[in-house]
């Protein structure tokens, strides 16, 4: 389940199940959206981007379904495998010059 | 070649040295990024350069100086940090406009 407090937020899953992560964003005006995967020590990871003029698109495992009236985005990942442990960010571009915004972040625990 | 450098790895430095932080890409980019990001928490936007001019400020402390010597190369001068700037420095890319802005592995600094 989920759970908000003082850290990130934190999505248990079983191995082999679907994971649906999800995200709030703020700026209306706001166009591009992009998931990134953050493994510990390392870098911020490309997973799948999505234009305003979309609503759906799909990549290899993954699926970003985007929500322009409530400003939610959202990553499922099928069939969750270990290696997806990670922090997933999603981020914001703000339509004014190249201004990259990220969410708070949700940690994803895969149980195996 | 999709990687984004960055030197060093790690950092230690006192409140009194001058260093630099140092990124790489040879993607043909436009536009590059620098990004502060402490345990737990999002990546902040720094700066963002736009054909080798600084295009975005995020109000940061004139003690990190950025510098743009040409399209592939981006540094991060420092000097008379705090401690509470210790954190992991990211450095990113991406088209003119803002597509898959792809990241370095950071540079983890430590400021004592």
């Known amino acids: 389940g989920e759970s908000v407090g003082l850290h990130l937020p934190t999505l248990s899953v079983q191995e082999g199940d679907n994971s649906i992560i999800n995200c709030a964003y703020s700026?209306?005006?706001?166009?591009?959206f992009i998931w990134y995967k953050q493994e510990s020590g390392k870098g911020p990871q490309f997973i799948i981007d999505?234009?305003?003029?979309?609503d759906k698109r799909q990549g290899q495992r993954v699926t970003v379904l985007l929500n322009k009236t409530v400003k939610h985005l959202s990553l499922q990942i099928a069939a969750t495998q270990p290696g997806d442990s990670a922090v997933y960010f999603c981020a914001e571009n703000r339509q004014y010059g190249n201004k990259l915004v990220f969410g708070a972040g949700t940690i994803l625990r895969v149980k195996s | 070649d999709t990687e984004v450098t960055q030197t060093p790895k790690h950092l230690v430095m006192g409140m009194t040295n001058k260093k630099s932080l140092k990124c790489e890409q040879h993607?043909?980019?436009?536009?590059m990024y620098w990004y502060k990001q402490k345990a737990k928490k999002p990546p902040e936007l720094m700066f963002v350069?736009?054909?080798?001019?600084?295009?975005i400020n995020e109000s940061v402390p004139s003690r990190f100086s950025p510098e743009c010597p040409n399209s592939s190369l981006l540094n991060l001068h420092l000097h008379a940090l705090q401690p509470e700037d210790s954190a992991l420095y990211l450095c990113?890319?991406?088209?003119?406009?803002?597509?898959?802005?792809?990241f370095g592995q950071g540079t983890r600094l430590t400021v004592v």
């Open positions: 990113a890319s991406s088209q003119d406009r803002v597509g898959s802005a792809f």
């Open positions: 993607m043909g980019h436009r536009a």
């Open positions: 999505i234009r305003s003029n979309m």
């Open positions: 350069y736009s054909y080798e001019k600084l295009s």
């Open positions: 700026n209306s005006a706001s166009d591009y």
